[in-house]
């Protein structure tokens, strides 16, 4: 089974937790019980905030991994189209960002920030 990054924001020591779940076939069969697994790992600490958020897959241009809940610049490789700032969501279809729906991947993005620490950036 593949190995699912997520991180949640600390708020005792505001910072992000980083961590991984390698889901069991039984998860895979219960989204559920893999919810509940995550939930559990989450509200033990007592210092995290209740959500989560899931690695999307992808790296921007500088190495950095993009969460669902970073901010991200889209530069587009036509020199005549404008920068984007917009955030990554997951969406029942996969990751998509708020405004203009697919991540794409033909694009150099960067992350700027996240929902939690940076939402001024997307006024």
């Not at 089974?1 to 039984?26: G, S």
Request: proline share 2%; aromatic share 12%.
């Amino acid at each position: 089974m593949q190995n699912l990054k997520f991180r949640a924001w600390d708020k005792e020591n505001e910072e992000w937790l980083y961590f991984v779940i390698t889901p069991t076939k039984e998860d895979i069969e219960s989204t559920i019980s893999f919810g509940s697994r995550i939930h559990t790992y989450l509200r033990t600490s007592g210092r995290i905030e209740d959500k989560y958020y899931q690695y999307i897959g992808i790296e921007d241009k500088n190495g950095k991994e993009i969460y669902d809940g970073d901010i991200i610049k889209i530069y587009s490789l036509l020199k005549s189209e404008k920068i984007t700032i917009d955030f990554v969501h997951y969406c029942r279809n996969g990751f998509k960002t708020k405004k203009g729906g697919e991540i794409p991947r033909e694009t150099r993005i960067e992350v700027i920030g996240d929902i939690i620490n940076n939402a001024d950036l997307l006024e």
